[in-house]
């Protein structure tokens, strides 16, 4: 394992630190005091690496990532994993708007609350299924426009579950959410439904992955009833034309 | 009531002794116009299905089928002319956005119509491009600000390097962004085949690059869009360039939507998407709400592909569309690439097309101006487009600023196209704006690729034409170099935008 201090280090050099030493063969890279520093592992597709961060990363963590895990001791800010291929992002904290945008597979972790937009236009491709698992609360427009994959809000903290317009443009994939069902305003593209028992084994490896990371209680999570948002129609604006 | 059925734009007159009834006509048409008459055994058409492609007329052996206008007349009426009756008819029946293809067919001035070169006689002699050399070439991307000798050790450092990360270009030309979805694959191929040959660059669009298109990525500019269809970090570190796509001459400010039933197994592929579900590319990069988010995305993509490649900003051009370019540069973009009014499309809304946007002659005149004000011109190049018709617009857009341009329909056209706009419904009897294996087994694609090298080769010969006429010996003599440009029957305020003198003026 290798250690980088980030203090005070302009994100081009650090970036530059970090993909020299992936590039070296290390299957370990630990950076301490990161502080702002923006699209830490750009488009890395280093299969078997693990970056740990300590600090905040700045905006756009793990944008065209294709492979290499990342795990985050700290806050996240905007654009976590944004148009993200695979890999892992673990966050034990919270994240910033749109995190999550255009991911086409992969796994996100995030430990506390997530922004604004989160999961927009999420797609899935043959087998690549991109899955976001959040432990507290998402802001509004959650999974607008998604295509694809699951986006599971936990709310273990309390707070408002998600906020207004979740779903809006949806035309694919599945967000679960615990508990009742909020009281906002959703996308007019989405129906809600209670859970079958498939749809919880869907679900719950990722939720035990989530367990482990965070050390929470699996059955605490479980408590609780979960509902999912899935859009009315593959095909949202197909009939506004004229030929 | 008004039925749209009955409603044609052509009439096909087949002379019947003429025709030897081989029923070609009724085979190839996509529309399904033609038809046998089992009754009489006789040929016939369905005028109202008729796009007016001219397909069958180029095929029919004997010559029997001349597709005309259709005749029939409304009451003539300069407000309600006969195509917004029409429209209206059709929406009564939909309640439908109407869809168009290519660029907008309205007849705005065409300030290229309104700009005359000059030539130099007598006070400078004028070069013979046949004997002399005479220079083309093009450099796309950011250019530095000086090179310090001090610095510089020439053992180990070259020019090369220097001008490493730059797109070099044999012809200021490349092919504009038209994606495998919009176009067939076979059309792809042969416009990635001549870029490859001509030394210049060829563009994805937003549709991903298709497996059998990676032995011309090399001379790629690909493209990233709202919905990031096919954006993965393989597809930017095969590419030559990249583009971000925030908008386009035919549809400035719309997102767009691939219908599922166009999303077939390859298209699927390319574009990382389910099969038969709908491609939705939203209005804005919701990454990108200002300036400073697009330098974001721009400085994303450099670190995925190590600051060696180009990253590009393609916009429509629009009102404001100088001071965008100066936050684009700012923002640390290597080239614009502005589309204007007339840009073309395999779909949009016709308002759309024919009503939002300005031309692309206004729009290159006011950027170069405004960049050059700032003293950041050589910090960017310019890559215009939108409706180029000829070498001589292409000179004329270059001289007003641009450094390169981006041609599409005039490609398309000497690919076949008939510039019938009926892109969008995937039936292109010419092989070219469709999916159909029946259809695009028209276009070969090795004589494609001969066709648009025989295009940009008549057009290179006369740029050099024009450019040694005007006593200049390389491109980049002319660039911006407006006062070898008039104006003809253009307004004070028209003269004062292009940065033209009125034809008369003398230096």
């Not at chain 2, 990525?217 to 990031?228: E, L, M, N, P």
């Not at chain 2, 190590?306 to 100088?322: L, T």
């Not at chain 2, 405004?370 to 004329?396: H, P």
Request: charged share 25%; hydrophobic share 35%.
């Amino acid at each position: 394992m290798v250690e980088i201090d980030a203090g005070g280090m302009y994100y081009r050099l650090l970036n530059e630190k970090i993909k020299a030493l992936a590039r070296s063969g290390c299957k370990e890279i630990t950076v301490r005091n990161v502080c702002g520093q923006r699209y830490i592992g750009a488009g890395f597709d280093f299969k078997d690496l693990r970056i740990n961060l300590y600090g905040t990363p700045g905006n756009d963590l793990g944008v065209f990532i294709n492979g290499t895990e990342i795990l985050v001791n700290g806050n996240v800010q905007d654009g976590t994993g944004n148009t993200m291929n695979s890999g892992r992002i673990v966050v034990y904290g919270d994240a910033g708007d749109i995190t999550g945008h255009s991911m086409r597979g992969g796994e996100i972790f995030i430990k506390g609350n997530v922004g604004y937009r989160t999961g927009i236009h999420m797609k899935e491709y043959k087998d690549m299924r991109p899955v976001m698992v959040i432990g507290g609360t998402a802001g509004e427009f959650l999974g607008e426009y998604m295509a694809g994959g699951m986006i599971i809000i936990l709310g273990l903290n309390g707070g408002n579950l998600i906020g207004n317009y979740a779903g809006t443009g949806m035309h694919g994939g599945t967000i679960y959410i615990r508990g009742k069902t909020p009281d906002v305003i959703f996308g007019k593209e989405i129906k809600i439904f209670d859970l079958e028992e498939k749809d919880y084994k869907t679900i719950m490896p990722y939720l035990e992955r989530f367990a482990n990371y965070f050390d929470c209680s699996l059955e605490k999570i479980y408590e609780t009833k979960f509902r999912k948002i899935v859009p009315v129609t593959h095909r949202p604006y197909g009939k506004i034309y004229s030929y | 009531m008004a039925k749209s059925k009955n409603i044609s734009d052509f009439v096909i007159e087949r002379d019947q002794n003429r025709c030897i009834k081989c029923h070609a006509c009724v085979r190839v048409c996509a529309n399904d116009v033609h038809f046998k008459d089992d009754a009489t055994s006789e040929v016939a058409s369905d005028d109202s299905k008729c796009v007016g492609c001219h397909f069958c007329e180029d095929l029919c052996p004997t010559g029997a089928l001349v597709i005309r206008k259709n005749p029939s007349e409304t009451r003539e009426n300069a407000h309600w002319k006969k195509e917004y009756i029409y429209r209206i008819v059709r929406q009564a029946e939909t309640g439908g956005i109407v869809l168009t293809g290519m660029g907008c067919d309205r007849p705005y001035k065409n300030y290229f119509d309104h700009i005359l070169l000059n030539a130099a006689q007598v006070t400078n002699p004028s070069i013979d491009p046949l004997r002399e050399p005479m220079e083309l070439k093009t450099f796309i991307g950011r250019k530095i600000d000086a090179v310090n000798l001090d610095d510089l050790n020439w053992k180990t450092t070259s020019i090369d390097e220097i001008m490493s990360g730059l797109l070099e270009l044999e012809v200021p030309i490349m092919f504009s962004a038209m994606s495998f979805g919009s176009i067939s694959l076979n059309a792809c191929k042969a416009i990635a085949e001549a870029a490859k040959l001509c030394g210049t660059y060829w563009n994805t669009g937003e549709g991903g690059l298709h497996q059998s298109l990676y032995p011309y990525a090399d001379r790629a500019i690909v493209q990233i869009a709202s919905g990031r269809f096919g954006v993965s970090s393989e597809y930017l570190s095969r590419a030559a360039a990249v583009e971000i796509k925030i908008g386009q001459g035919a549809k400035p400010g719309i997102g767009g939507h691939l219908p599922g039933e166009k999303v077939s197994q390859e298209i699927s592929l390319t574009r990382m998407i389910p099969q038969g579900s709908d491609a939705i590319s939203p209005a804005p990069h919701h990454d990108i709400y200002s300036i400073e988010d697009l330098r974001q995305l721009i400085f994303a993509i450099k670190e995925t592909v190590d600051y060696k490649k180009p990253v590009g900003v393609k916009i429509a051009a629009v009102h404001n569309v100088a001071p965008i370019a100066s936050g684009i540069v700012r923002a640390g973009a290597d080239f614009i690439t502005i589309d204007g009014v007339r840009g073309g499309t395999g779909a949009a809304p016709v308002v759309i097309r024919d009503n939002v946007g300005i031309p692309i002659e206004i729009a290159i005149a006011v950027v170069d101006q405004r960049l050059r004000d700032e003293g950041i011109r050589n910090q960017i190049s310019i890559v215009a487009a939108g409706g180029f018709r000829t070498s001589s617009d292409i000179i004329k857009a270059i001289t007003l600023g641009a450094d390169a341009v981006y041609i599409g329909t005039s490609a398309l056209i000497a690919l076949g196209c008939h510039v019938c706009q009926k892109c969008y419904t995937g039936k292109c009897n010419w092989g070219i704006a469709t999916q159909d294996p029946y259809l695009t087994r028209r276009l070969n694609p090795e004589i494609g690729t001969k066709r648009l090298c025989n295009l940009l080769r008549a057009w290179s010969l006369e740029m050099k034409e024009m450019l040694g006429g005007m006593g200049i010996n390389a491109i980049e003599s002319l660039r911006g170099n407006r006062e070898q440009l008039r104006g003809i029957d253009l307004s004070e305020i028209e003269l004062k935008i292009l940065g033209i003198k009125h034809a008369g003026e003398s230096w």
